[in-house]
C-alpha cells in the first residue's frame, strides 16, 4: 500500500488565501490585524522563525512589528516592552520568541502577555480555559496537527488517538483538542513500558517526542493517520522528523512529511489567531 501524503504547504496556502479574503473585507472597516513579535538574541533558528513571521503578515496585508534585542537585555526591559504593547492598540497579537538567554525566565514573560493579545496560548489562562473547553486563543502547532487530520477526512469521534509526547507546547494540548473533537485518547511518553504495543491501536497517531527517526513501521497500525511534529537537525545538517517516514509510510494510511508536513502549518495558525484577536478586539 501507498500511503497518502498530507501536504501542510498546500492546506497552509489554502486556509492564507481564505484569510486574505476576510482580511480585505475587515481592512474596509479600518480593521488592521496587528502583531508584534520578540526576538532576544541571535539564535540562528529563531531569526529563520522571525523572518518567517514578519513575511507571512506582510503577505497577508498584517500591521507587524519585529523587535530585535540584545542577549544581554534585562528581564525588566523585555518586560517593560511586553507591557507596552499590550497597551498598544495597534498590536492584536504578542509573540515572544522561545528559547529566551538563560537569565530570562520565560514563565514571567508568558504570564506578562495580556491573555487576549496571546497568539501563541501559551499563557495559563488560556491553557486553563483549553483544558476546561472554553474559547480560547489555542496553540499554532496543536491546531494545525488537528486542521490537518480534518483535512484528510478523517472523523475523529470515537477513534483511538495515541500522542507521543507530553510537552506544553504540543503533547499536552494536542491531547486536549483530540479529545475535543471526541476522540479517545491516550498518551506515551519516554517512560511509557511496551509502547509499539499501545501505538500499534492508534488510529491516529501523533508523534512529539523529539527523536529523529523514533518511529518505525513496527509502531504503526495499517491505514493509521500519522502526524510527526518531530523537527530534529542531523549531524549531516537535514532535518529530520520523529518518524522514519519511508518506514512508516509502508504501512499507514495517510502521512505528512518532514518538512511541508506540520511545520508550514504553525504559522498559518498564528496568524489565524492574530485575526481572531483582531476581530475580538473589534467586537
Ligand atoms: N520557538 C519555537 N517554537 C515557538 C513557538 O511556537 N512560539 C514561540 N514563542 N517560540 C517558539
Redesign the pocket.
Known amino acids: 500500500m501507498t500511503a497518502s501524503i498530507i501536504n501542510g504547504k498546500e492546506v497552509s496556502q489554502e486556509i492564507r488565501a481564505s484569510m486574505t479574503t476576510e482580511v480585505k473585507q475587515l481592512s474596509e472597516q479600518g480593521v488592521v490585524p496587528g502583531l508584534a513579535v520578540v526576538l532576544v538574541g541571535e539564535d540562528p533558528a529563531?531569526q529563520v522563525?522571525v523572518r518567517n513571521k514578519e513575511k507571512a503578515c506582510h503577505d497577508l496585508g498584517f500591521y507587524s512589528e519585529v523587535h530585535r534585542l540584545d542577549a544581554s537585555t534585562s528581564q525588566e526591559d523585555l518586560l517593560a516592552l511586553v507591557d507596552k504593547l499590550n497597551k498598544q492598540e495597534s498590536i492584536n497579537g504578542i509573540?515572544?520568541?522561545?528559547p529566551l538567554p538563560k537569565h530570562i525566565e520565560e514563565k514571567a514573560v508568558i504570564d506578562a502577555i495580556a491573555v487576549d493579545k496571546d497568539v501563541?496560548g501559551f499563557h495559563p489562562v488560556n491553557v486553563g480555559n483549553l483544558v476546561i473547553g472554553d474559547d480560547s486563543l489555542l496553540p499554532?502547532?496543536p491546531a494545525g496537527v488537528i486542521e490537518l487530520i480534518k483535512r484528510t477526512g478523517l472523523e475523529m469521534s470515537g477513534k483511538h488517538a495515541v500522542v507521543i509526547g507530553r510537552s506544553n507546547?504540543v503533547g499536552k494540548p494536542v491531547s486536549l483538542l483530540l479529545q475535543r473533537e471526541n476522540a479517545t485518547v491516550t498518551m506515551c511518553h519516554s517512560r511509557t513500558a511496551n509502547m509499539k504495543e499501545i501505538t500499534r491501536q492508534a488510529d491516529i497517531l501523533v508523534v512529539a517526542i523529539g527523536r529523529a527517526n523514533f518511529v518505525d513501521a513496527d509502531f504503526v497500525k495499517p491505514g493509521a493517520v500519522v502526524i510527526d511534529v518531530g523537527m530534529n537537525r542531523l549531524d549531516n545538517g537535514k532535518l529530520a522528523g520523529d518518524v522514519d517516514f519511508e518506514s512508516v509510510k509502508t504501512v499507514s494510511g495517510p502521512i505528512t512529511p518532514v518538512p511541508g508536513g506540520v511545520g508550514p502549518m504553525?504559522i498559518t495558525m498564528l496568524m489565524q489567531n492574530t485575526l481572531i484577536a483582531a476581530k475580538r478586539a473589534h467586537g
Not at 509573540?95 to 522561545?98: A, D, M
Open positions: 529563531s522563525y509573540l515572544v520568541q522561545l501563541d499554532c502547532t507546547i504553525t
